[in-house]
């Protein structure tokens, strides 16, 4: 019971939905075959990244929760006996949609669920369109392998966001993540997102003392619409431990990982640095501000 | 005035403190020969790093601001035409000490002051005997050389203050540090703290979309009192840029460095990745709370 073994599902995806919920499905037998009690899908592991253009019909890919995913996967949670992180389009009424993840218990039932709080919108990524930012706020998922920080990609630039569910008694932080380079840019650009990308999450586990695990989607998707130049998902999926150290990495290919992490080192790195001890919360109301101007 | 130009001054400190003074003077007129406009000396640069154990002798470091070494070097800094980030240990009055920066202007004068929010307590570390945590704010200092947001040693481990120093506006934010391997640890543990200190640092670049300079003390130094085993301070003092890219990273040896980052890059940076346009300030709140139980 003292380590966690974490299953990472990295895959591509396209048009055929079958075709995309059989690979997670692949991925999660072989992820509890390879030992995972906890197995993690990428963000919107059942479609293309449709994000990528404002197209109304794309709203008929979403559904309700629990619905038709959710069944297919609670089966197969049960069947396998492990916790799962999904990460769906979730429509919870007409015209008020939202992304969200959701956790199966090793029963099948739903652990509980969370709505991605911050939303991006940028070209290729226009999510704001999509999605109505979370109202759950940022609550830990309890589970029988523990307190769940579940969040969502662009979640993971915002360290509020780390902080206020280990706060809240995360265990762990978990990102599905779609991300990718934007092919219009240099070599050297990609790069340097990507490594921004993996730094200001291994902050967030140094600065928490908890141990992080991000799985990004892989491979190429062209917009549909023909306007962008598409998308090259940039993999990467990797564990992080509570000293921000790398103990897991991937590369820009499919795959199915099994992790451990040692889930008494939390405590012992707090103790050495006790940053929760020290936080000055008679100084930080203005975080609530947008700007202190 | 694209680029701005920074002096980092890396040296090590003996119980000589005229000898210590002498370093940091020598540091900046090398520093301004390179071509710098902003000189970053490192944390308590005056003296050796006295807190490694708890005596009230210690006391008789601490000097008021204004005072005889924001003389010295506020004539230097005149005569450089720099501005310098100075780490004194001040004595605000009897039995009210603090860790405190001064920023000094490029014609001597004391542009401001920022005192230590953040105050450590582990073992060869006894700061919280020595200093009252600060009481004015995270609030960036305005020079002819724009916002410095500067923050001491442990605050480096906390996103809250770097956070609110963007929300007020900094422009970069500058870290003068003593940080140091306990002899006592594994090389492995060694390297691992170290790393974590880089990378949260640059995850706080990353989050902000904001240049970061952190200097730091090198060099071997007792404990007087002989009960602890020493520090070895690890250097290592780095610039990264606003995507947390290292522009410049020295190692464990005395040094002094001229580094240029960009100005416009922040806002070309928070172009494309706009982390402030996104936060969820209606749903951060419980940051001002110890832990959410």
Chains 1, 2 share one sequence.
Not at 31 to 38: I, K
Not at 136 to 158: A, E, M, N, R, Y
Not at 223 to 245: H, K, T, Y
Request: proline residues 5%.
């Amino acid at each position: 019971m003292n380590n966690l073994a974490i299953g990472l599902v990295q895959h591509s995806c396209t048009a055929d939905i079958d075709a995309n919920i059989q690979k997670s499905i692949d991925g999660i037998k072989r992820a509890a075959d390879l030992g995972a009690e906890l197995v993690v899908l990428q963000e919107l592991h059942r479609t293309p990244y449709f994000c990528q253009s404002e197209e109304v019909t794309n709203f008929d890919l979403a559904e309700e929760i629990p619905g038709p995913t959710t069944e297919i996967f609670a089966a197969l949670a049960q069947e396998c006996r492990v916790v799962v992180v999904l990460s769906l389009f979730e429509r919870r009424a007409a015209g008020l949609y939202h992304n969200t993840a959701v956790v199966l218990e090793k029963d099948g039932s739903i652990a509980g669920t969370y709505r991605k709080m911050h939303i991006p919108d940028d070209p290729g990524y226009y999510e704001k369109f999509y999605f109505t930012p979370g109202d759950l706020g940022f609550q830990p998922i309890d589970t029988s392998l523990g307190k769940l920080g579940v969040l969502i990609c662009w979640d993971q630039w915002f360290p509020e966001a780390a902080r206020l569910m280990t706060l809240a008694g995360a265990e762990i932080l978990i990102y599905p993540t779609a991300i990718g380079f934007d092919p219009n840019d240099s070599r050297e650009e990609q790069q340097r997102q990507m490594e921004a990308w993996i730094t200001v999450q291994r902050g967030h586990a140094v600065a928490n003392g908890i141990p992080l695990v991000a799985v990004n989607r892989v491979g190429f998707e062209a917009d549909p619409s023909g306007r962008g130049q598409g998308a090259r998902f940039w993999g990467n999926s990797f564990v992080a431990g509570p000293q921000g150290e790398m103990i897991f990495h991937s590369g820009e290919d499919e795959g199915v990982f099994c992790v451990e992490v040692k889930r008494d080192q939390s405590e012992a790195v707090r103790r050495i640095w006790p940053f929760l001890r020290d936080r000055r919360i008679d100084a930080y109301q203005d975080l609530i501000k947008r700007f202190r101007d």
